[in-house]
């Protein structure tokens, strides 16, 4: 499994919030209100990716009071850091669509309030996306020195 790459991730944030912002004109009015709830969610399992990585690398590390790392779970961890940045840029999208597609409407209450709420997501997409690729960093297996050969 290669590492994602950031290009690609923006990429993909940028035709979702290209498509979603395009197909909100029509029907913006009959869709349900953002849910604020996606924003301490997101934020939530980034802040679990971040540590997780973090872990994981002083474990690869074999640092002290570390316990070896099995390399099946770097993998899974490893996948879970590609699945995650994925996610996030797919979601990070749509949500930067609604936030460009209500900044034309806040002058009014209720897309003023959308527009906010999915500003919020979408910075909390970005943030997963960020702790996404340092998980998929962290599981990186060190190359070995010299000294270790």
């Known amino acids: 499994m290669k590492p994602s790459r950031p290009g690609v991730v923006v990429g993909l944030l940028v035709v979702c919030a290209i498509l979603s912002w395009a197909l909100l004109n029509p029907f913006y009015s009959s869709l349900p209100r953002v849910p604020w709830t996606a924003i301490p969610t997101v934020l939530l399992l980034a802040v679990g990716e971040v540590y997780s990585g973090w872990m994981t690398k002083a474990r690869i590390e074999r640092r002290f009071d570390t316990k070896p790392v099995e390399p099946l779970a770097v993998a899974r961890l490893a996948a879970l850091g590609k699945a995650s ?14 936030t460009l597609y209500t900044a034309e409407l806040l002058d009014r209450e209720a897309p003023r309030e959308d527009f906010l709420i999915a500003g919020g997501s979408f910075v909390s997409c970005v943030v997963l996306v960020c702790a996404a ?12 020195s010299e000294e270790d050969r």
């Not at 840029?89 to 669509?97: D, H, N, Q, R």
């Not at 690729?133 to 070995?144: I, M, N, Q, T, W």
């Open 85 to 98: 940045a994925y996610a996030g840029a797919v979601f990070g999208g749509i949500f930067a669509g609604f």
């Open 133 to 144: 690729l340092y998980l998929e960093y962290c599981c990186k297996v060190p190359k070995d």
